[in-house]
């Protein structure tokens, strides 16, 4: 064992003499540097800075290694601070300017996040199914088309949405988004079966009997006190009338045919309440099954320390 000593310390000695010299001869690039600062300001949530930061080192070193990468974060800090508007001209650059880029596809799938998140959900809608046409072998290609499922589902089509999910269950069988989509589309089934109040119907019952259209909506009590207000101004004003009391009956009359005609307007709405409070409840059975699943966590990055923006969708 001693005469293994001389040697492994001439070894050590050796390792670090060659480690001394290759550090002392090789520096980072500019380009290293100032993307490490970049990100710094990423990770610290500075996303406008980051921004910028990323603009000029793709400005300066145009021809940098990763450079793709470099430009997807300059959309991504964008995405991040909110400026949906310029994060969606920034994933096009990199499209347009990148086109061979293995970060095309999640580009053009964080524009759809960018314009579901701006409100414009048929353009996301748009752009979800462009996807799908273009990259169908993608790994986002079962998220996306999840995804078109929970729009349908937020514009209240539920035929739509239970086409949608059964075409994810059968086409990505092997996905972890196969067993999700095959309870949501079961569950969606239900949808033609919830609680429904016509609002023709409750208008007319108030139309024939003041405040019956909110007993019929299951506001009883609101029903049954415009029927009792309206029946009381009424039989006032005949009687009053009959007395010969016009100051006194006109008045009357005209408060009770407000009344008649605002419970028919109210039955209407109430109506119309009845149905969004089922459709409301019934949506929350789906996003609870949605989140239960865990499905929807952070996306990996391909590399480096990119934070991946999951956007949000309300339903």
């Known amino acids: 064992m001693k005469t293994f000593l001389p040697l492994l310390r001439r070894y050590r ?31 610290e949530s500075d996303y406008l800075n980051a921004a910028h930061e990323y603009k000029r080192l793709l400005f300066l070193h145009p021809d940098a290694p990763q450079s793709d990468f470099i430009a ?24 347009d300017t990148y086109p061979k880029s293995t970060l095309v596809a999640r580009a053009k799938n964080n524009i759809a996040q960018c314009h579901i998140l701006s409100g414009d959900r048929q353009q996301g809608l748009t752009s979800l199914k462009q996807f ?7 790994d986002l290609a079962p998220r996306v088309h999840f995804t078109m499922g929970i729009l349908h589902i937020d514009r209240g089509e539920w035929t739509a949405a239970n086409s949608v999910w059964t075409q994810v269950a059968l086409t990505y069988s092997e996905s972890p988004f196969a067993e999700v989509s095959d309870r949501l589309a079961r569950m969606v ?32 009590v609101e029903g049954l006190s415009a029927f009792a207000s309206i029946a009381i101004l009424g039989g006032a ?12 009956a006109v ?15 109210q039955s209407i709405q109430t109506a119309r309440a009845f149905n969004l409070q089922q ?17 929807f966590g952070t996306i990996p990055p391909p590399t480096d320390e990119v934070k991946w923006v999951l956007w949000q969708s309300r339903f």
């Open 189 to 220: 089934k239900n949808a033609e079966t919830l609680p429904h109040r016509s609002p023709t119907i409750a208008g007319a019952l108030s139309v024939l009997v003041p405040g019956g259209g909110q007993v019929y909506t299951g506001r009883t």
């Open 251 to 265: 008045p009357m009359g005209i408060l009770g045919a407000f009344l008649y005609g605002n419970s028919i307007y």
């Open 132 to 138: 799908l046409t273009e990259h169908k072998k993608s």
């Open 72 to 95: 997807f974060r300059v959309a991504a800090s964008y995405q991040n601070a909110g400026q949906l508007k310029n994060a969606i001209r920034a994933y096009q650059h990199l499209i």
């Open 279 to 295: 459709e409301r409840l019934f949506r929350s059975k789906l996003q609870q099954e949605i989140r239960d699943s865990g499905l």
């Open 13 to 43: 000695l050796l390792s670090c003499t060659l480690c001394l010299v290759f550090f002392s001869t090789v520096t980072p690039s500019p380009a290293v540097v100032e993307s490490a600062f970049a990100d710094a300001l990423f990770r």
């Open 237 to 248: 004003s005949f009687y009053y009338a009959d007395q010969a009391r016009y100051e006194v």
